[in-house]
């Protein structure tokens, strides 16, 4: 069973910044499109950055290109997203997802693609 667990949320000021862990057990990670999504109440989980299998695909949503960064070390087993010049329209709780199952793509940018998702980690940007 594939378990991820995010870490690295918390409280920063507006220009700040973050880096955000996923570790991922129970399946073989180097195989597997990820990607971190976030939400906020009352709207819909977006995708922010996804990567492909071996990290050397990425995507980034145009309000997070530039700023965010996101990697994948597959001999930890690990994703990460780090988080720079961070605004206040970025807090939210941020989501680790992996897809289970087989995928020609670089990379999915959409909920319905991916099977496994972490508890998530609150990220709160203060102005």
């Known amino acids: 069973q594939v378990q991820l667990v995010e870490s690295g949320g918390g409280l920063v000021q507006a220009g700040g910044s973050l880096r955000l862990s996923c570790a991922a057990s129970g399946g073989a990670f180097s195989t597997k499109h990820m990607g971190w999504f976030r939400q906020t109440p009352g709207k819909e989980r977006e995708c922010v950055a996804a990567?492909?299998?071996?990290?050397?695909?990425?995507y980034y949503a145009n309000s997070v290109k530039g700023r965010f960064t996101i990697s994948r070390d597959n001999a930890k087993n690990s994703l990460y997203l780090q988080m720079n010049s961070l605004k206040p329209e970025d807090t939210a709780a941020y989501y680790c997802?992996?897809?289970?199952?087989?995928?020609?793509?670089?990379?999915?940018?959409?909920?319905?693609?991916?099977?496994?998702w972490g508890q998530g980690t609150q990220v709160t940007v203060s102005s």
């Open positions: 997802a992996l897809r289970s199952y087989y995928g020609s793509r670089d990379y999915y940018t959409e909920n319905r693609n991916y099977d496994y």
């Open positions: 990567i492909s299998r071996s990290g050397g695909s990425t």
